[in-house]
């Protein structure tokens, strides 16, 4: 199957693999970072493997979700990251919690997100899949690639993999890649 074809109500069981409050590795600055659970792509080399299951660690709840916020709420926080697994499979728990994060946090606290998705498939697939994409700043795109892993990248993986400034992109209808590719 392909993989714009998937859909969350297909895999996503609402699970989370993680929640790490307050770490500089998940984007820029310090960081709330939510690891969804759940991704099909398994790609070869992945450094979160035992997040790849739908089922694997816990179910996220409102609990989880409102001490995100609160973490959040800490002035020297730049903002929330969703990754796992597969954000954008997980839709049921990110668009929800993104949307909150914007209408509590305007533009004080930015959106990172990682996918195996291309920012292109994501404008081919499900409405879903684009209403969480409205919702981030920061977007690194694409499936990691062990044959082009490199240590040295800033935030990626792999060389394929994009760092892409989304509502950039949205307004202009063109890949705009974060602080116009000024990163390793």
Sequence with gaps: ???????????????????????????????????????????????????QSFSYGTLY?????EQIIEDLSAD????????GGEPFLNTDVTIPL???????FGDTKDIWSWSGYTYEEILASSQDKRELLDTIDVLVDGRFVLDQFDLGLDFRGSKNQRIID???????????????????
Aim: hydrophobic letters at 30%.
């Design 76 to 83: 020297y926080c730049q903002g929330l990251t969703l990754l």
């Design 1 to 51: 199957m392909n993989p714009i074809e998937w859909t969350t109500k297909q895999w996503s069981q609402n699970f989370i693999a993680d929640y790490k409050p307050y770490n500089f590795v998940d984007g820029e600055g310090v960081r709330c970072s939510l690891y969804v659970s759940g991704c099909p792509f398994a790609c070869k080399g992945c450094y979160n493997k035992a997040a």
């Design 166 to 184: 989304v509502q950039s992109s949205l307004k202009k209808k063109k890949v705009v890649l974060w602080k116009q590719g000024g990163y390793k």
């Design 98 to 104: 993104s949307k909150r994060v914007k209408n509590t």
């Design 61 to 65: 709840t409102k609990e989880v979700e």
